[in-house]
């Protein structure tokens, strides 16, 4: 089946450590994108790629690193310097129309990532 | 910033009724797009708009993109409990000469509970 991954669902990690949340997609999506969301809010762009090898920070990216080495996969590392990790995480694909700005984004099923 | 005021924010409704949510912005926009979120999933596109004064209907789902492109309109007839969720507004913002950016916004959600 087509569609996007995210691992894991859940993820605890000591405050501190850096994580990884993976995504992953089989679409052949040009464009990927992490969001942020927080009890009661919208989601709050952190990443995005429109290109292999290339990403943009979003609006709220202080904290955060991502990588596309494929166009299949986006990882995104929190790391010890975002303040206040604690939330639902989700990735996104789309096709990247170019000037026409992006087609429809498809989301993954998310990852809630808690600090202890 | 935050760039598209969704409302209601929330509602309670009896199963049955019909629902109705909005979306507006001060900017234009050249897709409209919404979105269905369950708990602790990740968003569902419902029904994409991408003409102004477009309507279109996904089953007992109607939206319609406003003839301003500032504005979109989501209907639900005939409410059922499977209904219950957070719905998201979303679009690429369109500069002076019509032409979008790369990035989506997002409203901040109406949430949506309906009572058997």
């Known amino acids: 089946d087509g569609g996007i991954t995210q691992s894991p669902k859940y993820l605890f990690r000591k405050e501190g450590q850096n994580v990884t949340l993976s995504c992953e997609q089989n679409l052949n999506h040009d464009a990927m994108y992490w969001y942020r969301q927080d009890p009661g809010q919208g989601l709050r762009l952190i990443y995005y790629s429109q290109i292999v090898n290339d990403f943009q920070k979003g609006d709220i990216a202080e904290g955060y690193s991502v990588s596309r080495e494929k166009k299949e996969s986006f990882p995104l590392t929190v790391t010890s310097a975002q303040k206040n990790p604690t939330a639902f995480y989700l990735c996104?694909?789309?096709?990247?129309?170019?000037?026409?700005?992006?087609?429809?984004?498809?989301f993954g099923p998310g990852t809630r990532l808690t600090v202890l | 910033g935050q760039q598209l005021n969704q409302s209601p924010q929330s509602m309670f409704i009896q199963e049955g009724e019909d629902v109705s949510m909005n979306c507006t912005s001060s900017?234009?926009?050249?897709?409209w797009l919404w979105y269905k979120q369950e708990p602790g999933e990740g968003p569902v596109l419902l029904i994409a708009l991408y003409k102004a004064g477009e309507l279109t209907s996904n089953g007992r789902l109607t939206a319609q993109f406003g003839i301003t492109r500032k504005d979109s309109f989501l209907n639900i007839s005939a409410s059922i409990p499977s209904d219950v969720g957070i719905y998201f507004c979303a679009g690429p913002l369109a500069n002076a000469g019509g032409t979008s950016y790369g990035k989506l916004t997002f409203g901040q959600g109406t949430i949506l509970t309906v009572h058997p």
């Open positions: 996104a694909s789309s096709i990247d129309r170019g000037s026409k700005g992006p087609d429809t984004q498809y």
């Open positions: 900017s234009i926009f050249n897709t």
